[in-house]
């Protein structure tokens, strides 16, 4: 059974940093596409980053672009996000979520986490 766990979130003031960290199981961590995804209160779910296996290729929506860093560490099966020059706007629960077998396209996912807590203070 595919899983997927987030950790790392938590209280930041704007400005500081984060890295969340997206722990699978379950499946070969070798062939994937897992992307970050964000949702705001009163929002809708947005993707804000994307990596696949293939060649480690990572694609970020213009929101955070420049600001957070997408990477992966096979050894430990973790997929990590870090936030850096973090602002209020950033406030949000985050997902990852992952495709199994898909090596050339972010979308779509099979899988998702239950989320972390991403609050930045102003």
């Known amino acids: 059974e595919v899983q997927l766990v987030e950790s790392g979130g938590g209280l930041v003031q704007a400005g500081g940093s984060l890295r969340l960290s997206c722990t699978t199981s379950?499946?070969?961590?070798?062939?994937?596409?897992i992307g970050w995804f964000r949702q705001a209160p009163g929002k809708e779910r947005e993707g804000i980053a994307c990596i696949l296996s293939n060649d480690l290729s990572t694609y970020y929506d213009d929101s955070v672009k420049g600001r957070f860093t997408i990477s992966s560490d096979s050894a430990k099966s973790t997929v990590y996000l870090q936030m850096n020059s973090l602002k209020p706007e950033d406030t949000a629960v985050y997902y990852c979520a992952a495709e199994v077998g898909r090596t050339t396209s972010c979308y779509p996912y099979a899988y998702w986490g239950l989320g972390t807590q991403v609050t930045v203070s102003s």
């Open positions: 379950g499946f070969t961590f070798e062939n994937y596409a």
